[in-house]
């Protein structure tokens, strides 16, 4: 038994997604399955059972965001204190610039499965493997997009157990690093779109997001109803069954 290899394991990722495959990785907030091939992307889809309006998020770092994102210095700030400042994760949704060489790389067929009006959410600080592998993507000029590695409803895995057969038979790389770190929180990532302050989803985190918020920048975020109500933590969901 070793540590484990981030770096490495990180290649074989990146050499996966890049020649044309998917890949199934673990992050603090569960196993994501990616790929950038929007074909490889639309199979996911469907092994997932999703449904058409759902959107693939990038895989993304502090730099990458600061790169592709456009949003006003209010919300930088605030995202600069939960992502910088107290290292959390968190998805970001807001406009981007499409002719951002990694955004151009994706192609049209991957950008409309990918991005919702005009916006475009990207997931900061998941851990040092997908960190790791973003920075190997983003050197190459490449994107790497995905989504929660489950069926549609079933719920973020956070052991490669958990994750469902139809799942694994959609990759070509399963990376398994055992229990995700914000196991305990049961949910996917925290998604704010900051053309808004809309909180899409609560999820890992939520606690203390939404206390960094509340306290430095004077804006309360909604109360997070508990697993119990809204175990997907997706607040449009809520609302559209009120």
Do not use: W
Request: aromatic share 6%; proline share 5%; hydrophobic share 40%.
């Amino acid at each position: 038994m070793s540590r484990r290899d981030i770096k490495g394991d990180a290649k074989r990722i990146f050499d996966t997604v890049s020649a044309g495959g998917a890949v199934i990785m673990p992050g603090d907030i569960g196993y994501a399955a990616g790929a950038m091939s929007g074909t490889r992307l639309q199979r996911l889809f469907e092994a997932k059972q999703r449904a058409p309006h759902k959107r693939n998020a990038m895989a993304g770092n502090y730099d990458l965001h600061r790169e592709v994102h456009e949003i006003g210095g209010r919300e930088r700030e605030i995202i600069d204190a939960i992502a910088l400042d107290a290292g959390l994760p968190l998805c970001v949704v807001a406009p981007f610039r499409a002719d951002h060489p990694v955004i151009a790389a994706a192609g049209g067929e991957t950008l409309t499965a990918s991005t919702v009006g005009g916006t475009l959410a990207m997931l900061l600080n998941n851990g040092r493997l997908p960190e790791e592998v973003v920075r190997l993507t983003h050197a190459a000029g490449l994107p790497l997009f995905g989504s929660s590695a489950n069926l549609t409803g079933t719920g973020t895995k956070f052991r490669v157990e958990d994750i469902q057969q139809p799942i694994i038979d959609a990759v070509d790389l399963v990376v398994d690093y055992g229990l995700c770190k914000y196991h305990h929180y049961r949910r996917s990532s925290t998604v704010i779109d900051f053309t808004t302050m809309e909180v899409v989803r609560i999820g890992s985190c939520y606690d203390l997001i939404s206390d960094i918020v509340d306290t430095q920048f004077g804006i309360k975020l909604p109360a997070d109803p508990g697993r119990d109500v809204l175990p997907s933590g997706h607040l449009r969901e809520q609302a559209a069954s009120a």
